[in-house]
């Protein structure tokens, strides 16, 4: 199995997809309330995540298929398995904020090995293959060599992890009191990828879903950067945990320091 020329499979169809987005039609119909405070899912995310897994099951039907709209999640540690992330960034989405994308990571025996995220508002397709180097669209990323004085910090939260938001604002404000500035931008993949580029230094967030990183992962350490917890462990890529994605320099160690 040529991963590259998986990739360049995923990308068309997360093109397609991203495309859905850009052509949606905006109503309150296509909202639908999840558990949780402010927690949404649209018919767009589902019909996104339909369209996802009918095309990569045409492309890798090897491989499983988990995605964030599923009724149940089941995580395969052993094999190869897509983990989905139809709209990452909903909430921007339904409010037309122009901050969402299509996530789509390929694990192999729970280890991330190939990436793809499409950020349709500005037509960037962010991808990587493991071994093989990040890309935006065809041009290669990397991260910077910057530390937190220079740094521009990204975090997220959520208005239904009421227990995780002290100690992220408080992360936030510490990170002020050094670095050049914060940022909240309400999708994680995204985040990841603008650390890969080299936009950003250094994202957190204390909870987060397999689905959100599992592409950015990849993409962020063939860029050069770090992946790990909040804690400097390994990702959790079968249930909630915590993500920090930097560019190895910048540390959740330094901004705790400040
Ligand atoms: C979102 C993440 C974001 C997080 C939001 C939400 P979704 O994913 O990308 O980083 O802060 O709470 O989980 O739900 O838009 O796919």
Redesign the pocket.
């Known amino acids: 199995m040529d991963l590259s020329v998986v990739k360049n499979k995923v990308c068309a169809l997360v093109r397609e997809c991203g495309m859905v987005m850009l052509n949606a039609d905006r109503s309150e119909a296509m909202i639908d309330a999840k558990s949780g405070h402010q927690n949404f899912v649209t018919t767009y995310d589902k019909m996104i995540q339909d369209m996802l897994k009918e095309g990569l099951g045409k492309i890798l039907p090897e491989a499983a298929f988990v995605g964030?709209e599923d009724e149940i999640h089941s995580y395969a540690s052993k094999g190869l398995a897509f983990i989905v992330?139809p709209?990452?960034?909903?909430?921007n989405f339904i409010k037309d904020y122009k901050r969402s994308c299509v996530s789509v990571g390929l694990v192999e025996d729970n280890e991330p090995v190939m990436g793809v995220i499409f950020n349709p508002y500005t037509d960037e397709m962010f991808s990587a293959v493991k071994g093989e180097g990040a890309f935006c669209n065809d041009k290669q990323i990397h991260v910077t060599d910057q530390p937190l004085d220079n740094a521009l910090v990204l975090f997220?939260?959520?208005p239904y992890y009421e227990d995780m938001q002290t100690r992220v604002f408080e992360l936030a404000q510490k990170s002020l009191r050094k670095c050049i500035d914060v940022r909240r931008g309400?999708?994680?993949?995204l985040?990841m990828v603008d650390v890969a580029a080299g936009r950003a230094e250094i994202y957190f967030?204390p909870r987060?879903?397999p689905w959100?990183i599992a592409a950015g992962a990849v993409i962020v350490r063939e860029a050069g950067g770090v992946v790990t917890n909040m804690d400097g462990g390994e990702i959790s890529l079968g249930g909630y945990g915590s993500i920090c994605a930097s560019n190895g320099v910048t540390t959740i160690a330094d901004i705790e320091a400040c």
Do not use: K, R, V
């Open positions: 964030e992330d709209i990452d960034g909903t909430t997220g939260t959520a309400g999708s994680a993949a985040d967030e987060i879903c959100d």
